[in-house]
């Protein structure tokens, strides 16, 4: 039994007898299912019309019997069967299903994968390139490797971990000299902010308060330094971060304390004028925030001397003294405790770095070096010694300036945690030491590339002296920690200036700006060849000091 509703829909010859059934009921008729459509017979040979399954949906309604065909397109109703018994109207759904399996995917006449002009995906031209997997891959072959290195150094060495409680017992470390020099340092630390009491309290001639700041600076540097000799080189290396800090702390108080007491006279001189004294200070000299500061304390200048202010500047994460510093609402408990769990994880994979595999490492190395010394297996050893050296110093940096600085400014509730930018994807040196340790950069800034810029220096000679100090610096913390004065890490450093110079010149020679090669050749330079060979030649020098048998 079949009644038509949309003829439109139908393929005839007959289209009056389809506008008559429109107008009919259900009336019997015979089917035939074919490979795409339906026909509808008159008789056995007079086929009165056909479906095109491909241009309709069936609603299948098995309890009443019926399946009725609806538009694709607007679902409006073409044609209703109603069937005798339920067996022809599963052979229909036979029909159906299987025309929609065949139609489900293209011949060959539709699929055509020749289109259109395209490149491979790993040409330079190509527009779409995305690596994820092979990186996945890499990911996978360094997870392998280092399980492989982890099974070698088990083998080669067994478990060192273990001894190292009996290690620090047997260095028989005397402390006496560390805390002298914390009580000398201590001494130095009263003393930088005695002498600016003088300057502000007693009017002090300014040049005199100069040469006292420079004494004391200066001592800052070495009484203590001279001290620690005899102390064992790792307690000798963190005392003289720590000292080496508050060497670049007390100058930041001088030279910013020496400009205050001067513009301090210069608003005494023009505050009686009844101008805005903004009309007497550059934004370059001092900006409005401190001038209002300075011009408040202008008639009584030593209250701008705060003890307690010069103890937060002492303890708070950054080498810049400052008149304020931005602070937040509150402590985050929660959050502390966080960075504290991960700064104690982060000194426990220190440890077992070192004494597992960078320790046993260099001592072999210096006992191979020392009976034949060759190229190759100076170059074997850099490559070994690179991985463990990589994953300490990236440790070092995430514990120290993730970790370590920002559990110092949560405590303070110091707000500018800006410690570091993103030196990872850096193209050049130039931008590694720009970024990597922001609170150095600043102070290298702020106390020695304007100062030098402002004596008429030019931006080439001024870089160069930031470098020297720089070089300097890292020279005196690695050689005075273990009583040895190599001058390579101070090389090291300082030849990275011209080096820097140059490698700028090649970029635009090259047009190298956007390429990755200078973020490639910096990761080679850093952990293959400069940390590790450093790492070599101080440590060889130490074994030789202490009379390390071969």
């Known amino acids: 039994m079949i009644k038509v509703y949309n003829p439109e829909l139908l393929i005839s ?74 067996k022809r109207m599963s052979y229909l759904q036979h029909n159906i299903n299987s025309r929609k399996t065949y139609t489900k995917y293209m011949g060959p006449l539709a699929y055509q994968p020749v289109r259109k002009e395209r490149t491979s995906l790993l040409s330079t031209e190509s527009p779409e390139q995305n690596f994820r997997g092979i990186l996945n891959l890499a990911i996978l072959i360094l ?57 502000f309290k007693r009017d002090i001639n ?15 540097i070495i009484i203590p330094c001279y001290l620690i000799q005899g102390s064992h080189p790792g307690l000798n290396l963190n005392f003289l971060g720590v000292q080496f800090i508050v060497f670049m702390k007390l100058i930041s108080y001088a030279h910013f304390l020496r400009n205050t007491y001067f513009y301090i006279q210069r608003i005494k001189l023009v505050k009686n004028k009844k101008v805005p004294l903004d009309n007497f200070f550059a934004e370059y000299e001092v900006n409005n925030e401190n001038l209002k500061i300075l011009e408040k304390y202008s008639q009584d200048q030593s209250k701008i001397l705060d003890f307690k202010h010069f103890l937060y500047f002492l303890a708070a994460p950054t080498l810049c003294f400052q008149l304020s510093y931005p602070r937040t609402q509150s402590i985050r408990k929660v959050w502390l405790i966080k960075r504290i769990i991960e700064y104690i994880f982060v000194i426990l994979f220190l440890v077992i770095i070192w004494f597992q595999y960078t320790e046993p490492l260099v001592e072999n190395t210096y006992k191979m070096l020392s009976k034949a010394p060759t190229l190759m297996i100076l170059v074997d050893r850099l490559l070994k010694l690179a991985i463990p050296n990589t994953y300490m110093w990236i440790a070092l940096f995430y514990g120290q300036f993730q970790c370590f600085l920002n559990i110092t400014a949560e405590l303070l509730r110091f707000a500018d945690r800006e410690f570091y930018k993103d030196w990872w994807n850096c193209k050049n040196l130039e931008e590694y030491w720009r970024l990597w340790n922001l ?108 009379g390390h048998p071969i």
């Open 143 to 199: 997870i392998a490797n280092h399980i492989r290195l982890i099974f070698e150094n088990f083998q080669k060495y067994g478990l060192l971990i273990t001894n190292v409680f009996w290690k620090f017992e047997m260095m028989h470390i005397n402390g006496n000299p560390i805390m002298q020099a914390l009580l000398m340092l201590l001494i130095n630390v009263l003393t930088g902010f005695g002498i600016q009491y003088l300057q």
């Open 439 to 546: 609170p150095v950069h600043h102070w290298l800034v702020r106390h020695i590339y304007f100062p030098c810029l402002k004596s008429g220096m030019s931006r080439t000679t001024s870089n160069m002296l930031v470098f020297l100090v720089s070089a300097l610096g890292h020279e005196y913390i690695v050689s005075a920690s273990i009583g040895v004065i190599e001058a390579w890490a101070f090389v090291g450093m300082f030849a990275q200036a011209p080096f820097m110079l140059l490698q700028k010149k090649l970029e635009k020679l090259l047009k190298l700006q956007d390429s990755q090669l200078g973020n490639l050749m910096f990761w080679m330079t850093f952990c293959f060849i400069g940390q590790p060979l450093m790492i070599f030649v101080y440590y060889f020098r130490y074994l030789e000091k202490i």
């Open 13 to 86: 010859d007959a289209q009056d007898k389809l506008t008559q059934l429109v107008r009919d009921d259900f009336k019997p008729f015979i089917l035939r299912c074919e490979q795409h459509k339906l026909c509808v017979l008159e008789n056995e040979n007079l086929i009165l019309f056909s479906l095109l399954f491909d241009k309709c949906q069936p609603i299948i309604d098995e309890a009443q019997l019926t399946i009725t065909f609806v538009s694709q397109k607007d679902e409006s109703k073409i044609i209703a069967i109603k069937f005798i018994d339920k």
């Open 206 to 220: 300014t040049g005199i308060i100069r040469a006292f700041n420079i004494i004391n600076i200066v001592l800052t």
